[in-house]
């Protein structure tokens, strides 16, 4: 273990620091700097090597999180990254992204605060590529088995990596010109600069994945004449479907689908040219929904320049501290101080959105009343109603499911109520040969779980093709739990 008195010299939790918020939204690049290597050893050294790791329980890929502390303490950083990357294909991307649920189970979390675990994960992976220690890793021999991936998020690319690796023949399609999926366009460059995506690609590339980017499947090709191609093919195509608020004023200019705003922002940051791009210069934004989306929105508005942006939320403001219902080791819903939130913004809760108001068609400002709870139902309380101006608003409002892509017309892969592609206890369609991974299947959600799902899909598909696999599988679409053999 770490030191065994580590976390008895050191109680406090020191995490990366961030660049100045002054500095930081006059550009692009990431808000972290990169943490002094001592400081990092010591917080490394807070682990206690628990007996019962409940830390490897509330990571979704079950990462080795005690044995890298271990490691990370005793400075040995070609080691750790091999047990990083035993059970997390693209750590560099959880370490800048994940909302660290391990860290919320970490037993020193239960009286001090918790190690610093996504800390350590990113630090290990950084160092990992500064020394050259991340290499292609080309399969031996060739099974002959072909798979084609659609999608190239973070589940197409876990599916695809793993499979390359046990010597299947993988194409992964994307309708999109490159390679990445949310990580790509979505996420904006202050979380996560594109490069840690540009060379992933790269060393999948020259381990032997195949990559054809601008093929919408289901209209360019169809779904039918892919699996007809293949051997076995997994859909990995997100749930991009937003979700839609049809209010008085929705048609006003000026409401926009947060991907709307996004997407093309991210577009011109990589250098692109884009037509008629929403830009929040000067303008007053007002941003509908508080998570992930919204707050991307709001780091994005400020880099813009916006005049204010308001973000409104219709429910409670989450307590600082763990309630009494999400006991540890649950994952429990805490206010959330993203990066993006340090630098500006109000943000208002128990606010339910009545009308977008507006003149000559154009945006002017959002009516907004206090949230009541009637019967167990958020609903405006009357007499409460009051105006925020605004020129755009952005609907962060969440996903209802994955596109429907003529999948179901052209080789009949069904999709459940909530949107979702149906799939069975070993990530397959009800199509024989079709799988399905990451947000598609399971409704939108994390980059660690499209990770661990592309990781255990890759498995299922691997025995599907071979009638066994030595492929590892985190995680089940339902509790029946792949067999590895
Ligand atoms: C704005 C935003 C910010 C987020 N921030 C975070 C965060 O900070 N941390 C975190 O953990 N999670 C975050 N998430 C969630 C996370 O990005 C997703 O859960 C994750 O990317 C899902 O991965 P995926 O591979 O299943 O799908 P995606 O990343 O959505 O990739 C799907 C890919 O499939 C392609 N595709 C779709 N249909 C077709 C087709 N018919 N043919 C060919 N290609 C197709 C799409 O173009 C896309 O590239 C965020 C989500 C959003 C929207
Ligand atoms: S992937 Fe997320 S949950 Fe797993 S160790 Fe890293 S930060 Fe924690």
Not at 96 to 115: K, M, T
Not at 132 to 143: D, H
Not at 254 to 283: C, S, W
């Amino acid at each position: 273990m770490a030191d065994p008195r580590g976390f008895l010299k050191v109680r406090q939790r020191e995490t990366q620091p961030r660049r100045p918020v002054p500095v930081r939204i006059m550009d692009w690049k990431e808000v972290y700097e990169a943490q002094e290597k001592g400081v990092l050893k010591a917080q490394a050294g807070r682990c206690m090597d628990c007996g019962v790791p409940f830390c490897h329980q509330g990571c979704p890929l079950g990462n080795l999180i005690p044995e890298w502390n271990d490691l990370t303490w005793r400075d040995k950083g070609e080691e750790a990254i091999e047990r990083l990357h035993a059970t997390n294909n693209f750590p560099e991307w959880t370490g800048r992204l994940c909302p660290a649920p391990c860290e919320a189970s970490c037993v020193l979390g239960i009286n001090q605060p918790a190690v610093t675990i996504k800390q350590v994960e990113v630090s290990i992976i950084d160092e990992a590529f500064e020394n050259g220690w991340v290499n292609p890793l080309p399969p031996t021999r060739l099974t002959g088995k072909t798979v084609a991936v659609v999608g190239s998020g973070p589940a197409g690319l876990a599916v695809a990596q793993q499979l390359t690796r046990v010597g299947h023949t993988v194409a992964v399609y994307e309708r999109d010109d490159k390679i990445g999926g949310l990580l790509r366009y979505g996420i904006p460059d202050f979380k996560m600069e594109k490069e840690q995506v540009d060379r992933r690609v790269e060393q999948m590339k020259a381990e032997g994945t195949r990559f054809r980017t601008g093929v919408a499947v289901g209209t360019d090709v169809t779904w039918e004449q892919l699996r007809r191609r293949y051997d076995a093919v997994v859909v990995a195509t997100g749930a991009t479907v937003p979700r839609d608020l049809p209010i008085p004023g929705r048609d006003f200019e000026g409401v926009h689908f947060a991907m709307d705003y996004l997407v093309p922002a991210n577009r011109v940051v990589a250098g692109e040219t884009v037509e008629n791009q929403i830009h929040a210069k000067g303008k007053h934004v007002v941003i509908l929904g508080g998570g992930d989306t919204g707050a991307d929105c709001l780091g994005t508005a400020h880099r813009h320049g916006a005049a204010s942006v308001t973000t409104l939320a219709i429910g409670k403001q989450p307590p600082a501290d763990r309630a009494g219902h999400q006991p540890w080791p649950t994952f429990p819903t805490l206010f959330e101080m993203a990066s993006a939130h340090e630098e500006g913004g109000e943000r208002t809760y128990l606010a339910s959105t009545v009308e977008f108001v507006g003149e000559n068609g154009k945006l002017t400002g959002v009516k907004v009343a206090e949230t009541e709870f009637v019967d167990g139902k958020r609903l405006p309380k009357a007499g409460t109603d009051r105006i925020i101006p605004a020129d755009l608003v952005f609907l962060s409002l969440g996903f209802t499911g994955a596109e429907p892509a003529g999948i179901t017309e052209q080789v009949s892969a069904e999709f459940d109520g909530r949107g979702n592609v149906t799939r069975d206890g070993y990530y397959m369609t009800n199509t024989e040969g079709i799988f399905v991974a990451g947000d598609a299947g399971r409704g939108q959600s994390l980059i660690v779980w499209a990770i661990a799902e592309g990781r255990a899909c890759a498995a299922a598909v691997d025995n599907f093709l071979m009638g066994s696999t030595i492929l590892p599988a985190p995680v089940a679409p339902t509790d029946r739990a792949i067999t590895v053999l």
